[in-house]
């Protein structure tokens, strides 16, 4: 498809297991954006790629959380020893400039619940 | 980045026009404004931006006051597919380049 991908759509996982969720951005595009979005809240930043590196990762929250995106394309939020405090839908947005004016495109993010 | 200030919830009636208000008492010459909406179970979705000028795209229409301290997004005649959370976002053209989303204003349609 044309938009932002990101898999799995839903997520259930254990206290204390390993997630990796991936994004897959429009082709083409040269910024990548991590939002993480707590129910009935907005989305919060998390970290923001320009190309493969990454520019600003201010918002993770801990060092149980971290992303990649090794060739500048593909992008994965990977998070470890996972807290019920996790629990949120995760974002992905790609824009094709670097600029701060260019649109966001957003994916349909994935759903984590951990139980 | 500034910080906008929005109503958390509007009520509209179907086919009638929308003014969505925002304040940004705080904005710098290099802030542009952002509209992003959310629909229900669906990440944001651009709406439209703007710098000084009042702008109009297919979706919707921007309002920017003078002193450019309050904009408004106008939706002409709003359906049931308009029902969203409306974010209006202050994003610098330079240096960082996140958005940084408040709480928006949930808006309903009424039919």
């Known amino acids: 498809g044309a938009g932002v991908s990101q898999s799995p759509r839903y997520k259930v996982a254990k206290r204390g297991q390993d997630v990796a969720l991936r994004c897959d951005p429009i082709?083409?595009?040269?910024?990548l954006f991590w939002y993480q979005q707590a129910l009935g809240q907005g989305p919060e930043f998390l970290t923001y790629?320009?190309?493969?590196?990454?520019?600003?990762k201010s918002g993770l929250p801990s060092d149980r959380f971290f992303a990649e995106r090794p060739e500048g394309s593909v992008s994965t939020l990977k998070i470890q020893r996972t807290q019920q405090e996790d629990s949120a839908v995760y974002l992905c947005?790609?824009?094709?400039?670097?600029?701060?004016?260019?649109?966001?495109?957003f994916g349909e993010g994935s759903r984590l619940t951990v139980l | 980045d500034a910080k906008t200030t929005q109503p958390n919830s509007m009520e509209s009636n179907e086919e009638e026009p929308v003014h969505l208000p925002c304040n940004h008492s705080?904005?710098?010459?290099?802030?542009?404004i952002h509209w992003y909406r959310q629909l229900p179970s669906q990440g944001p979705e651009y709406v439209i931006h703007?710098?000084?000028s009042n702008v109009n795209n297919r979706m919707a229409s921007l309002a920017i006051a003078e002193d450019r301290k309050s904009s408004t997004l106008i939706l002409h005649r709003a359906t049931l597919r308009d029902a969203a959370v409306y974010y209006c976002?202050?994003?610098?053209?330079?240096?960082?380049?996140?958005?940084?989303f408040g709480t928006g204003t949930r808006l309903t349609i009424i039919p």
């Open positions: 976002i202050l994003r610098r053209v330079s240096g960082n380049e996140k958005l940084t």
């Open positions: 082709s083409g595009h040269v910024s």
């Open positions: 947005a790609s824009s094709l400039a670097a600029l701060g004016t260019g649109e966001l495109f």
């Open positions: 705080t904005i710098s010459g290099t802030d542009y």
């Open positions: 703007g710098l000084t």
């Open positions: 790629f320009q190309n493969e590196a990454q520019l600003d």
